[in-house]
């Protein structure tokens, strides 16, 4: 099983302890089914630099890598 990796949704502010549990809370702002792919179709839907890894402090990009720094 893979480790969660915490996200903080940098539109609300809100921090979610994993990705999933971010695409499920967010799945119907984006008009998503919930299932086991919804936070990867809630990330390719979602606008530039709005989701940060909580433990590197980079923004997740839209393909699922990791981009620039954070600046809080």
């Known amino acids: 099983m893979n480790k969660a990796k915490p ?3 940098t539109r609300s502010g809100r921090h ?3 990705r999933n ?3 499920t809370a967010l799945a119907q ?3 998503e089914p919930i299932d086991n ?3 990867y179709r809630v990330l390719r839907k979602a606008e530039h630099n709005r989701f ?3 433990e590197t402090r980079r923004f997740i990009l839209n393909n699922s890598q990791l981009g620039e720094t954070y600046p809080e």
Request: hydrophobic share 35%; no cysteine; net charge negative.
């Open 7 to 9: 996200t903080i949704d």
């Open 16 to 18: 979610y302890p994993s």
């Open 21 to 23: 549990q971010t695409g």
């Open 29 to 31: 702002e984006f008009d």
């Open 37 to 39: 792919w919804v936070w």
């Open 52 to 54: 940060v890894d909580k």
